[in-house]
């Protein structure tokens, strides 16, 4: 007997995702929880395992189909024979006959708007008229319902379909999820300048689907002066895509951005349209947290199985110096008022082949410099190996990016859209400085220096505050007692 498999609920606020790679094809055996199918969302990009063993005898969606959570995307088996017979039988098992309306619901919710229901005449006869004739024909049924009619017929509660008073609800109820977009929708929008704002969603929870994309591009000539006039200033912009097909020229080569480059590209350009971003830099002296790793990084390695970096140590100053000013780590949040959170969920930007994405270690404020480590370490590791679900990106109050690795020595980043301001660290390499001892000698010695450039935005943050910041910063940095942290990975003697 073949094993649905349904596209999983992959963030509290996730309501689809993209099919973008199938890592077996049907026929193929599986193992369980082995790595079966890549799924995309507008988060983050995700490996979904095999909810058991068998064949994959059916794949119900194909490479690029963007699916509902809880839709059947693919069935596992012991044998494609097994599998047909089962997809053979399964139309017969609907009770079409004993509800005919909840079937007829179903039909109409394919119609973008509810209004057609009171105007069958006017919009899309060709779908009404099926739905009618179903009701005597239980042996011709839709092979895949859609996703938001099945969701729309349940949610009236009988066998009638969806009722008026469910039907108001979702009209009333838009806002929450209308912004939740899947990257098909978006693209359709982008492509053909849909204004997404102007466009009402049939979806669960007023969720714009792709039939409300076309449904909008249909209804553009009947528009009212008003917005056909809003329209006209709208294509005098500058167009964000070429209107042609770019053709790649000699020594040329086309390439198709990934999911996750286009999410990347409109949450930058969101966030520097949206921010008044200014940057400052300051310069620190690591000398001590290097001789600190020296002396407990063997006995780290070992217990932990990794190598203490320079990371935990900034990221522990940093979440202390977020909790002294508070408005480093708050939310602008448009409406006269910003949030300031007392917490610190630390973005930690990971750079992938693909892209760059920012896991958050949530509670950072309340752990050690190991368990900063360990959870760095996770979401790191989970983020590269694609284990991350949405979750995993959201819920961040202050990002620490770190180009450090790559060479960099100093950096201006970005704003992580949502938050007040970013820390660069950048490489830490030796560097001749002057140094004043005890007795106000100065010196010129050999040290490990870092630039920690912080991009933050001018609405919330002013100079002197984010001045402040970063000082109060390098003073945990160069004099802060980290030993007992890391106590338990002294090498006694």
Do not use: C
């Not at 049924?141 to 979702?170: D, F, H, I, N």
């Amino acid at each position: 007997m073949a094993t649905q498999f349904k596209m999983p609920q992959l963030g509290e606020t996730v309501v689809e995702g993209t099919i973008t790679r199938w890592l077996k094809q049907e026929g193929e055996s599986v193992e369980a929880d082995e790595p079966l199918v890549e799924v995309s969302t507008d988060k983050v990009d995700s490996e979904i395992p095999a909810p058991g063993a068998g064949v994959l005898v059916k794949i119900h969606a194909q490479e690029g189909d963007t699916v509902a959570v809880g839709d059947v995307i693919a069935e596992i088996g012991e044998s494609s024979g097994a599998e047909q017979e089962s997809q053979e039988e399964e139309p017969a098992t609907e009770p079409k006959e004993e509800k005919p309306a909840a079937k007829q619901e179903e039909k109409q919710e394919e119609e973008p708007a509810p209004e057609e229901k009171e105007k069958p005449a006017e919009k899309a006869p060709e779908k009404e008229q099926p739905a009618a004739k179903d009701e005597g024909k239980a042996e011709q049924p839709t092979s895949k319902p859609p996703s938001g009619g099945q969701r729309v017929a349940a949610a009236g509660g009988g066998e009638g379909g969806a009722s008026p008073e469910a039907q108001e609800l979702e009209s009333t109820d838009e806002e929450p999820r209308r912004g939740i977009l899947s990257p098909l929708v978006r693209k359709l929008a982008a492509e053909h300048g849909v204004d997404l704002r102007e466009v009402k969603g049939s979806g669960t929870g007023g969720r714009i689907t792709k039939q409300d994309v076309l449904t909008a591009l249909e209804s553009a000539p009947a528009k009212p002066a008003a917005e056909a006039k809003a329209d006209k200033a709208a294509e005098a912009r500058p167009a964000k895509e070429p209107a042609e097909p770019v053709q790649a020229g000699p020594r040329e080569e086309l390439v198709q951005v990934s999911n996750m480059r286009r999410s990347i590209a409109d949450h930058m350009v969101a966030s520097l349209h949206e921010t008044a971003r200014a940057w400052n830099t300051i310069e620190v002296d690591m000398t001590n947290i290097a001789r600190l790793r020296e002396k407990a990084g063997d006995a780290f390695k070992k217990t932990e199985g990794f190598s203490l970096t320079w990371m935990p140590f900034l990221s522990k100053a940093v979440t202390q110096t977020l909790l002294k000013y508070p408005n480093v780590n708050s939310t602008w949040n448009g409406d006269g008022t910003i949030t300031v959170k007392r917490y610190v969920n630390l973005g930690i930007a990971v750079a992938l082949e693909n892209g760059l994405i920012v896991p958050v270690v949530k509670g950072a404020d309340g752990m050690n410099i190991s368990g900063l480590a360990r959870g760095i370490r996770d979401v790191a590791d989970r983020a590269r190996n694609k284990k991350l679900v949405p979750d995993d990106v959201a819920g961040g109050t202050f990002t620490i990016t770190n180009p450090g690795p790559f060479g960099s020595i100093l950096s201006v980043p970005i704003i992580n859209k949502g938050q007040a301001a970013i820390l660069a660290f950048d490489a830490v390499v030796k560097r001749p400085v002057v140094v004043t001892d005890e007795n106000g000698e100065d010196s010129i010695a050999i040290r490990h220096m870092v630039f920690l450039s912080m991009s933050w935005d001018h609405r919330v943050i002013d100079g002197a505050e984010a001045a402040l910041y970063l000082q109060h910063l390098k003073a945990l940095l160069e004099e802060a007692d980290f030993e007992s942290d890391l106590s338990a990975y002294f090498s006694e003697g």
